[in-house]
């Protein structure tokens, strides 16, 4: 694999690294504004994901073992690289993976702790990975069919308009990104809302500055998410990529509302639903793409 | 300026409340109130937690639990007292479970009095304990680690104490008293007949009856 490093690359991937984690804790701020919103309060500052991760900087740092600050930071660094990889237009199965890789270390670091909150929680987030990968596995062979690379740059600057052909896989897409932003009703293993069966699930022996690298890493990973969604509109032109961005910000929208008007459901409807509609959205349309191909139509 | 202030997070016990402050607790959260817009967030766990949120007195059966939350929680953190039960025990005070307010297991920063607590005075009890919140930050050893080396060399301490007090004798020594003790004391049960033991059990049980 040749990592071919143009500036434009090396200046996205770095504008990524940079205003990455501020676009995410903004989006969180609103996020908590619309909510509030929703439920017909007044809600918190815009800003205020950013004071509660500088207050959580300036906490006594307490932590049940020394493996588990690793594995938190793990998790950080490597959502980080995600991105990188991402934005720097490098291979999407890098990505995924590097992604998958990201997840388990907030999965080894909340076994680490013993807690049975935490392990339950960890437990339910390998059931999410479970539900969730299946799909963008998918994506990435639906954006290799239309655009033919799995390389983002290529796809990005590919004539190809990917959503229309990829029409289901992008509805799949949308409905696994309730899992992936951890809203109801699949905010199974950790969820933002106070007073659930799990304490905080995953976070719950989490503090201070453990804790403020783990919602960083969140930010990071909101925000590397929505560029994923940006691929569908993406066709080298400047108005799709205008296009683009407003759908993500609707997506995110959807996301929240979504999180608003559902109760969490148990874990075998997260696994059964997410599976169900990777295989007739998903699983369809790459079939359709296939026979299409086949006979010449795309 | 310390960003403690600006996102406090809580952590809500129920002691030995009659409900009356919690439901106004959960008041708080409601579009009416919204504490949120302080960036109040109700946790409900406490290593997440800022501020410890104790309604209704404190009973035997919980001083641990409420010991136990406390001590999660990292630092700085403050303890606010809502309604006159978990300020001093309330019109429960001379029960014979109940140990007394909040303040007779763990330091309380702020009272709320009130019999239930209105929603307005446990957010203005909050917002108070804000100030004592900086000033516990301020306070605070200036890098995290070594606010637990402080902790360590308190420990250590403590086992200096320990030390001083047995002056004189070596830790061998100590243990061969400690050891002595023990066969005196196996030695002294088998003193005691069986009538002598059945005896003095139904006595404790009279003695129990009296008390209740």
């Excluded at chain 2, 007394?100 to 446990?122: K, L, Q």
């Excluded at chain 2, 001083?164 to 400690?178: C, M, P, Q």
Aim: proline share 3%.
């Amino acid at each position: 694999m040749e990592f071919d490093f143009t500036a434009t690359a090396a200046l996205s991937a770095l504008a990524y690294l940079v205003i990455g984690p501020f676009v995410g804790g903004l989006l969180a701020g609103v996020d908590r504004k619309i909510t509030a919103k929703m439920q017909g309060r007044y809600g918190p500052p815009i800003l205020q994901p950013f004071y509660d991760v500088r207050k959580l900087l300036e906490k006594e740092a307490v932590t049940v073992n020394k493996g588990q600050d690793f594995y938190v930071m793990s998790c950080l660094i490597f959502m980080i690289i995600t991105g990188v990889l991402f934005f720097a237009g490098e291979n999407l199965l890098l990505v995924i993976f590097t992604l998958t890789t990201a997840t388990i270390f907030l999965v080894i670091a909340a076994y680490s702790s013993n807690s049975p909150y935490a392990q339950i929680g960890a437990e339910r987030e390998l059931l999410q990975i479970m539900s969730y990968e299946p799909m963008v596995l998918l994506m990435a062979v639906g954006l290799y069919m239309v655009n033919h690379s799995f390389y983002v740059k290529d796809i990005i600057h590919s004539e190809a308009f990917s959503l229309f052909p990829l029409g289901g896989i992008f509805v799949g897409y949308l409905f696994i990104l309730t899992v992936k932003f951890r809203k109801s009703p699949f905010d199974l293993s950790m969820s933002h809302h106070a007073h659930q069966e799990l304490v905080k699930g995953v976070t719950t022996e989490f503090s201070g500055r453990t804790l403020a690298a783990l919602e960083v890493s969140h930010w990071y990973e909101n925000v590397f998410l929505l560029g994923f969604l940006f691929l569908f509109f993406a066709n080298g032109t400047w108005y799709m990529a205008v296009v683009g961005v407003v759908a993500c910000l609707l997506a995110y929208f959807v996301e929240i509302l979504i999180d608003n008007a559902y109760a969490r459901m148990k874990w075998q409807f997260t696994l059964k639903s997410a599976w169900f509609m990777t295989i007739t959205f998903g699983g369809v349309n790459l079939m359709l793409l296939y026979f299409f191909k086949m006979f010449g139509i795309l | 300026m310390s960003y403690v202030t600006k996102s406090p997070w809580i952590i809500h016990y129920d002691g030995s409340s009659c409900n009356g402050c919690d439901i106004e607790v959960l008041a708080c959260l409601t579009p009416m109130y919204d504490a949120e817009r302080f960036g109040i967030i109700n946790t409900g766990n406490p290593k997440h937690a800022d501020i410890f949120l104790v309604t209704g007195s404190v009973n035997e059966q919980n001083i641990s639990v409420v010991k136990q939350i406390y001590e999660q929680m990292p630092e700085p953190k403050i303890v606010v007292a809502v309604g006159i039960c978990a300020t001093s025990g309330g019109i429960f005070r001379e029960c014979y479970n109940v140990k007394g307010g909040v303040d007779t297991v763990i330091p309380v920063d702020v009272y709320v009095p009130g019999c239930a607590a209105r929603p307005e005075a446990i957010i203005d009890g909050i917002v108070k304990g804000l100030d004592v919140l900086a000033e516990k930050h301020a306070n605070m050893p200036k890098s995290s680690v070594s606010a637990s080396d402080a902790a360590e060399e308190k420990v250590k301490d403590e086992d200096m104490a320990i030390e001083v007090r047995y002056y004189g004798k070596t830790a061998e020594e100590l243990d061969e008293d400690i050891a002595d003790e023990r066969v005196s004391d196996a030695q002294s049960v088998k003193y005691y007949s069986s009538s002598d033991k059945d005896a003095d059990d139904s006595g404790d049980k009279n003695n129990g009856k009296e008390e209740v």
